[in-house]
Nanobody, 121 residues
């Protein structure tokens, strides 16, 4: 069984910083891409950033230059460093991992439970 557990959310003032972590555990053979999504109240879930196994990254335009995604393959963990936070960044942040579990027959997406980030203006 595979679990993704996020941590690091909280309340911060506009202009502040937070660092989110997401650790994958369980019967994992390999992890492909890892991503962060967010969902604000009344809005659809949106992709924030993605990092491939070899470290290639992609960001949505609104967070470029402010957020940095990184990963530690030895720890099966992905991070999201968020700087210069704005009120519009307020949302529940979810991590997703595309991985091959044991036993498994193909790559599958697994999601964390989410962590709340609230930015006060």
């Amino acid at each position: 069984q595979v679990q993704l557990v996020e941590s690091g959310g909280g309340l911060v003032q506009a202009g502040g910083s937070l660092r989110l972590s997401c650790a994958a555990s369980g019967s994992i053979f390999s992890i492909n891409a890892m991503s962060w999504y967010r969902q604000a109240p009344g809005k659809q879930r949106e992709l924030v950033a993605t990092i491939s196994r070899d470290g290639s990254t992609n960001y949505r335009d609104s967070v470029k230059g402010r957020f940095t995604i990184s990963r530690d393959n030895a720890k099966n963990t992905v991070y999201l460093q968020m700087n210069s936070l704005k009120a519009d960044d307020t949302a529940v942040y979810y991590c997703k991992a595309n991985l091959w579990s044991v036993p498994g027959t193909n790559w599958m997406d697994y999601w964390g439970q989410g962590t709340q980030v609230t930015v006060s203006s």
